[in-house]
């Protein structure tokens, strides 16, 4: 096992079908990846997204105490 898996210790359950199971993997094989890394490089942008401001420097509004982003309304800093 990789350096990099090995960091990964936490586990997650999500119940699907049987039918979802095997379309997921299918795909995962097609993509030539695992399913843990598909559904990973899934969920990751939409966390990103979520979680942490990911639009351009001109959408924010700065002064020298803090700033904020226009498009989503988040303190930055």
């Not at 936490?10 to 993997?25: N, P, T, Y």
């Amino acid at each position: 096992m990789s350096e990099t898996e090995e960091s990964k210790t936490a586990q997650i359950l999500v119940r699907i079908s049987e039918e979802e199971r095997d379309e997921w993997k299918a795909a995962a094989e097609v993509l030539g990846t695992s399913m843990s890394d598909l559904i990973r490089n899934s969920v990751a942008p939409i966390v990103q997204e979520t979680l942490h401001c990911i639009h351009p420097e001109e959408f924010r509004l700065v002064y020298p105490w803090s700033e904020f982003c226009k498009k989503c309304d988040t303190r930055l800093r």
